[in-house]
């Protein structure tokens, strides 16, 4: 092909290809047709149900150009409109957020500029962003300067960062995974044992040390299962303190426990991914001892009610981060510089990567962190107001829980546990409020969990009003 045929072929493609490239006006035209529809969706928020099925439509691709409007009224029907309403303060099932504005204008402002954040050299400003928002961790719970972390997608692949380091620290590797032990409780986040299975520890023996009445680990069954573990020739390895679990929202003993993995030489990781921000509320004493955590992970886009798709870890030892995930197989560890840290890809399995720093950089200095503090403090309320309320009502409400997630269930004289089921279902029914469902002890418990910044007492009211009604429903029966 000579130049001109190219240069011809060339001008008959960009007539196609510019397209991509919107011009100022049609981009003016759609930011407009997107943030009506955004103020639309968040003023109606409150008239939406909760929750919805979806009838399968329009959403297949099929090479046909379709304009933003169609698309957006497809997306309201088939998506805003179905399955759990996320943004709604009326969501208090599993572990809810919200997703506040300003991180969705962080989201947009970071996909227009595109910049390479996981590599210090190609986007220091970016790469600096996401070592801001570390180092404010790190001082909201007490690490040391010497600690690294990473902004991750979610707090399952910052799980993965820490057990790969611990797993590498203490060189678990061949023989002796059969022989390492890791001790849990029943109310682990499941993520715990997926990681662990991931990264290749399929085969630890796991231990599933006893709870107090309050749901937490008891530390007198952590210390006799290591001892009977040490006597039997095995190897103890690592030890999981959860600062607020998903089913019932309590912090483990996490100061005792730090004692304890120190004492015995074992890798102490603490999973905060629900509840490490309740650390900036009146709670704070809770959380005693989990500065003395080897890895901890927490996720903004839980307790800083940022949209889904940040987590965090911090990690102490940089060295066991940097060993599986510094990108030349032959580094060597006395060559740990700062210039390693300063690119995120070097601490995590991810390279190219979201620009997530800024979701989470840009609240932060807009609105300061009062806001973020006085939500918590919020949830804290109106979780106890909840089970005022539901007491009052004669229902059974599980013990004092130390952070927002608590749990119920009515006393039926007969059939308690199909009953409550049946509670369950007519509450999913009625969707005026959406809650989930748990079995604590063997019994069948609705769970109520309160993150979400845009609950509001309200809600709470609302919330109560429908189990009322529902409840009157199944009694009628
Ligand atoms: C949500 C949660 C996780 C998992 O985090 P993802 O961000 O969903 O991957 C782990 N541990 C606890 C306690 C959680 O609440």
Not at 167 to 192: A, F, P
Not at 291 to 303: T, Y
Not at 423 to 448: C, P, T, Y
Request: some cysteine.
């Amino acid at each position: 092909m000579n130049s001109e045929e190219i240069i011809k072929q060339l001008n008959e493609l960009s007539f196609i290809s510019n397209e991509l490239e919107v011009a100022e006006s049609d981009r003016l035209r759609m930011i407009k047709t997107v943030s009506d529809y955004a103020n639309k969706f968040l003023s109606g928020l409150d008239d939406l149900k909760v929750f919805s099925e979806r009838k399968p439509g329009s959403l297949v691709i099929k090479n046909k150009k379709r304009s933003l409007e169609e698309l957006l009224n497809v997306y309201q029907a088939e998506v805003a409109e179905t399955g759990i309403n996320a943004a709604s303060g009326k969501h208090l099932g599993y572990i809810p957020s919200g997703g506040i504005f300003t991180a969705a204008l962080a989201d947009f402002i970071a996909a227009v500029t595109n910049p390479y954040a996981s590599v210090y050299y190609a986007s220091p400003g970016a790469a600096d962003i996401e070592k801001e928002v570390i180092n404010w961790l790190k001082k909201v719970f007490s690490f040391p300067e010497s600690s690294v972390g990473n902004l991750t997608s979610v707090g399952s692949v910052s799980a993965l960062i820490a057990f790969t380091a611990a797993r590498d620290k203490h060189k678990i590797k061949n023989e002796l995974i059969q022989k390492s032990v890791v001790y849990l409780t029943e109310q682990v986040h499941h993520s715990v044992q997926k990681v662990l299975r991931i990264i290749g520890l399929e085969d630890i023996i796991i231990r599933y040390v006893e709870l107090d009445e309050n749901h937490r680990l008891k530390t007198n069954s952590l210390i006799k299962t290591i001892e009977k573990d040490i006597s039997s020739g095995l190897n103890p390895f690592l030890v999981v303190g959860t600062a607020g679990t998903t089913d019932t929202g309590a912090v483990d003993p996490l100061n005792e426990i730090s004692e304890i993995a120190k004492q015995y030489k074992m890798w102490f990781h603490v999973d905060a991914a629900y509840g490490g921000f309740f650390i900036l509320t009146s709670k704070k004493d809770l959380f005693k001892g989990i500065e003395n955590a080897d890895s901890l992970i927490i996720d903004p886009h839980k307790g800083m009610f940022i949209p889904y798709g940040v987590g965090a870890v911090l990690i102490k030892d940089k060295n066991s981060v940097l060993h599986s995930n510094y990108y030349t197989a032959n580094y060597m560890q006395d060559a740990v510089t700062e210039e390693m840290i300063k690119s995120p890809a070097n601490l995590s399995p991810e390279l190219t990567k979201h620009f997530r720093g800024l979701r989470v950089w840009l609240p932060l200095q807009i609105h300061g962190v009062e806001p973020f503090v006085a939500c918590l403090e919020e949830k804290l309320l109106l979780v106890k107001y909840f089970r005022n309320k539901l007491s009052e009502l004669g229902f059974k409400v599980g013990p004092e829980p130390d952070l927002s997630v608590s749990y119920f269930w009515y006393p039926f004289k007969f059939d308690s546990n199909e009953k409550n089921k049946q509670l369950m279902k007519e509450i999913h029914a009625d969707g005026d409020v959406f809650l989930s469902s748990s079995v604590i002890n063997g019994q069948f418990v609705i769970r109520i969990a309160i993150l979400v910044f845009r609950t509001k007492k309200e809600t709470i009211d609302k919330a109560v009003k429908m189990i009322e009604r529902c409840l009157e429903k199944v009694m009628s029966r």
